[in-house]
């Protein structure tokens, strides 16, 4: 298993910009494919990126692309989250989740996680 913290949320005005952060504990975190999800007040958490373990695979979901940069530093156990251009309707709270796999690869579905942080809440104002 590992621990998953995110950090680096807050209000941004639209058009700015946010990273956050995905700090990991326990080992092997190379081994983890790294999601980030989103749920905003009254509405399902939705798939926003993923990256795989080696941060050669990345996939987005089609509102962000272009806008959002996921990566990561597996010598720091980070996966990243750049923001840009950010909208209002990119408000909601966003996770982090991981989840072991034995190909380079990566997963989009929130159930093929098993391990997830506790969120960090996002805000753009109009």
């Known amino acids: 298993q590992v621990q998953l913290v995110e950090s680096g949320g807050g209000l941004v005005q639209a058009g700015g910009s946010l990273r956050l952060s995905c700090a990991a504990s326990?080992?092997?975190?190379?081994?983890?494919?790294v999601g980030w999800f989103r749920q905003a007040p009254g509405k399902e958490r939705e798939f926003v990126a993923t990256?795989?373990?080696?941060?050669?695979?990345?996939y987005y979901e089609d509102s962000v692309k272009g806008r959002f940069t996921i990566s990561r530093d597996n010598a720091k156990n980070t996966v990243y989250l750049q923001m840009n251009s950010l909208k209002p309707e990119d408000t909601a709270v966003y996770y982090c989740a991981a989840v072991v796999l034995y190909s380079d690869g990566v997963r989009v579905k929130s159930h093929e996680y098993d391990n997830w942080g506790r969120g960090t809440q996002v805000t753009v104002s109009s």
């Open positions: 326990g080992r092997s975190f190379g081994r983890y494919a």
């Open positions: 990256i795989s373990r080696s941060g050669g695979s990345t």
